[in-house]
C-alpha cells in the first residue's frame, strides 16, 4: 500500500514545491482554473517537470531492482557497470564539442550512446575473461568505469575554454530533470511504460538466478545468455533515465530495497512496486531541489545522495548483521 501512495503524494508535492511554494488548496485551485496565468505556469512548467522526474526515478529503480537480481547483490545500483560513465563521456563531448546538431538533440543522443556502448563494452570484456560470469562482469565494469572516468577529465581538460561550459558538463554530471515539453514527456512515459513491461518479463528469471546459478540451469534457465540479456535490457532502462535526468544517484538503490522490504522478493510483484516507490521519491527530491535554496536550484543529484548515502551505511550495517 505504501508504494502505490507514494506517486500521488510526491506529484502533489512537487506541484507544491519550488521557488514559489503553494500550499495544496492552491495547488489544485490552479490546476482547476488554467485560464489564471500563474495556472498556465503551473500546467507548462512545473506539472510536466514533476511527471519527468516521476518517470526517471521509475527508470532507476527498475534499472536498480534488475541489476540487484542480476549480481544477487542488495548494494547493486544501476550505474554498476560503466553505463554513468558512458553516458558522461557522451554528454561532455555534446556539450564542449561543436556538433552539426543542436545541443538539446545532441547531449541526450550522445548520453544514450554512450551509456549504450559502455556497456556492450563491459559485456565483451566479461565474455574475453570468463563468458558471461557475475565477477567478470563486475570486475570488467570497475575497469570500464575507472577508464571512461579518466577519459571524461581528459575531455574536461582539453575541450572546455570557458568556465560556462565546465559548468554545465558539471551540473548535468550532478544530475537534474529537465522541463519537457508535453510531447517529449509523452515519449518518456511510453518509454518507461516500456521499460516495465521488459523487466516484468525478466521476472521469473531474476527468481530462479536468486536461487544459484546451478539451481536456476536445473530448472531449465539457460544463465549464461539469460545474465547478458538482463544486464543489456538493465543498461537499456538506465540509459534513457539518463537522458532525460542526468546522473541521479543513489534512487536505483533505495527504490529496490524499500519495495523488497514491503512487498517481498518475489520480481513480479517487486518490480512494479520499485518503480512507484522510484518515481515517488525522486518526485519528492526534485521538489526539494526547486524549493531548498530559491530562487536558485540544488542539483538532485545532491539531494538524492544526501538521502541515499545513509541509506546505504543502514543497508550494509544490516547485511553485515545477517552475515
Known amino acids: 500500500m505504501i508504494a502505490w501512495l507514494l506517486p500521488p503524494l510526491g506529484l502533489l508535492a512537487g506541484l507544491m514545491l519550488g521557488a514559489v511554494t503553494l500550499t495544496p488548496a ?11 496565468p500563474v495556472a498556465q505556469l503551473l500546467l507548462q512548467w512545473r506539472l510536466p517537470r514533476v511527471l519527468a522526474a516521476g518517470c526517471v526515478g521509475a527508470l532507476l529503480a527498475l534499472g536498480g531492482a534488475v541489476f540487484q537480481g542480476v549480481f544477487r547483490n542488495p548494494l547493486a545500483e ?13 554528454a561532455t563531448v555534446a556539450l564542449l564539442v561543436a556538433l552539426p546538431l ?12 554512450g551509456a549504450w556502448a559502455a556497456t556492450w563494452l563491459v559485456l565483451a570484456l566479461a565474455r574475453l575473461a570468463d563468458g558471461t560470469s557475475v565477477a567478470a562482469l563486475l570486475l570488467a565494469g570497475v575497469a570500464v568505469a ?6 571524461r577529465s581528459f575531455l574536461m581538460l582539453a575541450l572546455s575554454d570557458e568556465t560556462v561550459s565546465l ?45 544459484g546459478e546451478a539451481m536456476a540451469e ?18 537499456f532502462v538506465v540509459a534513457i533515465s539518463v537522458v532525460w535526468g542526468g546522473l541521479v544517484g543513489f ?25 512507484a516507490i522510484g518515481a515517488g521519491l525522486a518526485m519528492l527530491c526534485d521538489g526539494a531541489a526547486r524549493a531548498l535554496l530559491p530562487p536558485a536550484e540544488i542539483p538532485l543529484g545532491l539531494v538524492t545522495a544526501a538521502i541515499g548515502a545513509p541509506f546505504f551505511l543502514l543497508v550494509l550495517a544490516r547485511e553485515a548483521r545477517r552475515g
Open 78 to 90: 544501476p550505474y554498476l557497470l560503466g553505463s554513468a560513465g558512458g553516458a558522461a563521456v557522451g
Open 251 to 275: 534512487v536505483g538503490l533505495m527504490a529496490p530495497h524499500l519495495a523488497r522490504w514491503t512487498s517481498g522478493p518475489l520480481h513480479a510483484r517487486l518490480l512494479p512496486r520499485a518503480a
Open 218 to 235: 536445473s530448472y531449465g534457465l539457460a544463465v549464461r545468455r539469460f545474465v547478458g540479456l538482463a544486464v543489456l535490457a538493465g543498461a
Open 167 to 211: 559548468q554545465a558538463v558539471l551540473a548535468w554530471s550532478l544530475g537534474g530533470v529537465q522541463t519537457p515539453s508535453w510531447p517529449e514527456l509523452g515519449l518518456l512515459a511510453a518509454l518507461t511504460a516500456a521499460a516495465l513491461l521488459l523487466c516484468r518479463g525478466l521476472a521469473r528469471g531474476l527468481d530462479l538466478l536468486g536461487l
Open 26 to 36: 492552491e495547488a489544485l485551485a490552479l490546476l482547476a482554473d488554467p485560464a489564471q
Open 102 to 113: 543542436p545541443q538539446s538533440m545532441a547531449l541526450p543522443l550522445f548520453a544514450f550512446c
Open 146 to 151: 575507472a577508464l571512461l572516468g579518466a577519459v
